[in-house]
């Protein structure tokens, strides 16, 4: 994945959201995809790590 607009992270107390927007590529079967996404992560803080608990990814609007 490549972060292709600013990210943006809020943290309240032991929990962090992370939202940015995304593009990636991959292959299945011979085929490639490319995608531009959303994506939404969550984070708590457990005995002084990070640990992402949810990741969440929807397909970027097309004009």
Known sequence: ??????A???VY???ALFTGRVTN???HLGRRFD???WTT???VRRQGR???VLSHITA???A
Not at 1 to 6: D, Q, T
Request: include cysteine; aromatic fraction near 8%; charged fraction near 25%.
């Open 13 to 15: 107390g032991d929990t």
């Open 8 to 10: 943006r992270i809020r």
């Open 50 to 52: 990070w640990l992402c």
């Open 1 to 6: 994945m490549e972060l292709v607009s600013p």
């Open 41 to 43: 992560d969550v984070f």
């Open 60 to 62: 970027a609007a097309t």
């Open 25 to 27: 590529t991959a292959h």
């Open 35 to 37: 995608a531009d996404e």
